[in-house]
């Protein structure tokens, strides 16, 4: 990465950039007062082998409580099946001041603030690039990167300098770069995609499993039991 790049921040949380993004926060504090309602921290290992690259904060969940993929049905399946692959310390994120901890795996996201209708502008997702170039800066060679949807998969690609043509987006498709990482692609593990079926726990799992075997860890342990219940 170049020394730009190095020397840029992986978050802000006085940043403003985006005034269509800064302006419904405003909104959104009016009503939610006791929300984060800001921009949100990648969260996990600093030294981690594994990048998780979402979307953006929820409403009711990062938005709400400052730690990505916490408080509402997206997190399920994910810290279940992290929880179940040796990442996390426990399978349920609820709050960001739990005593949940990631191992070899730090959670991120394309754009770091609320976007109306969880659907940011491509010149937010620009805007927001700097802070993901700067944090798969510190992914070492050999490691490896599972980025959640589209949107994630080609927020990653430009913040990696690569091009999308060459590497197109697709639910388990695995992506070489030149770097010496692996990029992962799964469908985004929000309500939509598993209550419709576009997304199930073994279709996630499998993900998972080769990431599993890129670095070396072992498989997982019966991930994919919904908890939404519990949260």
């Given at each position: 990465m170049p020394d730009a790049v190095s020397a840029t921040p992986?978050?802000?949380?006085?940043c403003r950039r985006c005034?269509?993004?800064?302006?419904?926060?405003?909104?959104?504090?009016?009503?939610?007062p006791t929300y984060h309602c800001a921009p949100v921290a990648p969260f996990g290992d600093a030294a981690a082998r594994l990048v998780i690259v979402g979307l953006a904060p929820g409403m009711h969940g990062a938005n709400a409580t400052g730690r990505p993929f916490t408080g509402d049905y997206a997190g399920i399946l994910l810290y279940d099946t992290l929880h179940a692959y040796g990442y996390a310390s426990s399978p349920l994120s609820r709050t960001?001041?739990?005593?949940?901890?990631?191992a070899d795996c730090r959670i991120t996201n394309a754009v770091k603030c609320?976007?109306?209708?969880?659907?940011?502008t491509p010149g937010e997702v620009r805007a927001c690039n700097g802070f993901l170039a700067?944090?798969?800066?510190?992914?070492?060679?050999?490691?490896?990167?599972?980025?959640?949807?589209?949107?994630?998969?080609?927020?990653?690609?430009?913040?990696?300098g690569e091009r999308r043509?060459?590497?197109?987006?697709?639910?388990?498709?695995?992506?070489?770069?030149?770097s010496g990482v692996t990029m992962f692609d799964s469908y985004h593990c929000s309500r939509y995609n598993t209550n419709t079926g576009r997304l199930t726990a073994p279709m996630f799992r499998s993900v998972f499993d080769a990431i599993a075997a890129r670095?070396?860890?072992p498989p997982g342990a019966g991930a994919g039991k919904r908890r939404a219940a519990q949260v």
């Amino acid at each position: 990465m170049p020394d730009a790049v190095s020397a840029t921040p992986t978050y802000d949380a006085a940043c403003r950039r985006c005034a269509r993004l800064a302006g419904f926060l405003a909104e959104v504090r009016v009503g939610h007062p006791t929300y984060h309602c800001a921009p949100v921290a990648p969260f996990g290992d600093a030294a981690a082998r594994l990048v998780i690259v979402g979307l953006a904060p929820g409403m009711h969940g990062a938005n709400a409580t400052g730690r990505p993929f916490t408080g509402d049905y997206a997190g399920i399946l994910l810290y279940d099946t992290l929880h179940a692959y040796g990442y996390a310390s426990s399978p349920l994120s609820r709050t960001a001041d739990d005593p949940l901890t990631l191992a070899d795996c730090r959670i991120t996201n394309a754009v770091k603030c609320l976007p109306p209708g969880n659907k940011p502008t491509p010149g937010e997702v620009r805007a927001c690039n700097g802070f993901l170039a700067a944090d798969l800066a510190a992914l070492p060679a050999g490691g490896a990167i599972l980025a959640l949807g589209r949107i994630a998969h080609d927020a990653t690609l430009a913040a990696l300098g690569e091009r999308r043509s060459a590497h197109p987006f697709a639910h388990g498709a695995r992506h070489a770069l030149p770097s010496g990482v692996t990029m992962f692609d799964s469908y985004h593990c929000s309500r939509y995609n598993t209550n419709t079926g576009r997304l199930t726990a073994p279709m996630f799992r499998s993900v998972f499993d080769a990431i599993a075997a890129r670095l070396g860890r072992p498989p997982g342990a019966g991930a994919g039991k919904r908890r939404a219940a519990q949260v």
